[in-house]
Nanobody, 119 residues
């Protein structure tokens, strides 16, 4: 599966941003979003099971972030609202077989898109 992430940018704290991940070249089971800030490990943000639409969120993402899929476009979106300074990171989309937060469970990764949040 090939993944292409887009939608990152510079926003102010409190603003919203929508990331997109276009998938091609394989069967989709689960698509997830992860993020990595400078000097920190990559962390899980949210994931969605492609067939059922069941979602799974990290605690910090609940209530602020929404993951959704567009079956026709083979695209997953991450709507991020009320952005905070600590949300600044490179965001990666990834594909895998199971709805899980584990980085190692995802075997295809996109190139990442940078989200910068200014106070």
């Amino acid at each position: 599966v090939q993944l292409q992430a887009s939608g990152g940018g510079l926003v102010r704290a409190g603003d919203s941003l929508r990331l997109s991940c276009a998938a091609s070249g394989g069967v989709l089971n689960v698509l997830g979003w992860f993020r990595q800030a400078p000097g920190k490990e990559r962390e899980f943000v949210a994931a969605i099971r492609w067939g059922s639409g069941i979602t799974y969120y990290a605690d910090f993402a609940k209530g602020r972030f929404t993951i959704s899929r567009d079956n026709a476009e083979n695209t997953v979106h991450l709507q991020m609202n009320s952005l905070k300074d600590e949300d600044a990171a490179v965001y990666f989309c990834a594909a895998g077989p199971r709805l899980t937060a584990g980085v190692g469970s995802y075997n295809s990764w996109g190139q990442g898109t940078l989200v910068t949040v200014s106070s």
